[in-house]
């Protein structure tokens, strides 16, 4: 079966460091999506790995392993407008279906 | 550039009513088309997907139809709308590698 985990919400203080985590289950895996949505907006395309391993991208990295089923969105240098929801999509193999996690949202406090 | 439009925007009807959301894509030729659903609080739901004209495939059994009467438009109906089906419906692209897909903005359903 499919099945995608992630933390419901965080908060985080303006300026800090935030790691969000997010575990999965899929029959196929060829990489995972990150991305970002501010409440009442479509969501952003943030990031895709599909090799193990970190990939930085200015303040935000994502990290993969594969064999664990288990990515991380790094958020360095928090700023108000970081506020949203994350999601974590697995790309199942071959079936041009991703399964979108329900998202972690995050409160930056000033 | 490649750019997703969606509408309306927002749209309230009665229980029972048909519908009709369209989606078209412009910059791009022979795009992979989706339509999602995203409930209250809830995460994405994949309703629809659409790899050429006339391909569409189900993900999700119920009341909503979609069709794909030109390489860049996408379209999602209803006979008769259910109270369920209230949520904010969202149109994406992506291209024939399927990688990152691109949203549109959005249409916020109310069924009352």
Not at chain 1, 36 to 53: C, I, K, M, R
Not at chain 1, 95 to 102: A, D, E, P, R, V
Not at chain 2, 77 to 82: A, M, P, R, T
Request: net charge neutral; glycine share 10%.
């Amino acid at each position: 079966g499919q099945n995608i985990d992630q933390p419901t919400e965080m908060t985080a203080t303006e300026g800090a460091i935030v790691q969000i985590n997010c575990t999965y289950q899929t029959s196929g895996f060829n990489g995972l999506f990150w991305y970002q949505q501010h409440a009442g907006e479509a969501p952003t395309f943030l990031s895709y790995n599909v090799l193990d391993g970190l990939e930085e991208k200015g303040r935000f990295s994502s990290f993969l392993s594969r064999s664990k089923g288990y990515s991380y969105l790094l958020l360095k240098e928090l700023q108000m407008k970081d506020s949203a929801s994350y999601l974590c999509a697995p790309d199942a193999s071959g079936t041009y279906k991703y399964i979108f996690g329900t998202g972690t949202r995050l409160k930056v406090l000033a | 550039s490649q750019t997703i439009h969606q509408w309306p925007a927002t749209l309230v009807q009665p229980v029972g009513s048909p519908l009709s959301l369209e989606c078209t894509v412009e910059g791009t030729s022979n795009p992979n088309l989706y339509w999602y659903r995203q409930a209250a609080g809830r995460g994405l739901q994949l309703l629809f997907y659409s790899v050429g004209i006339g391909q569409i495939s189900s993900e999700v059994p119920q009341n909503l139809s979609a069709s794909r009467p030109q390489d860049r438009q996408f379209i999602l109906s209803s006979k008769k709308l259910l109270l369920s089906d209230s949520g904010f419906y969202l149109c994406a692209w992506s291209g024939a590698r399927a990688v990152e897909q691109y949203f549109g903005p959005g249409t916020r359903l109310t069924v009352t």
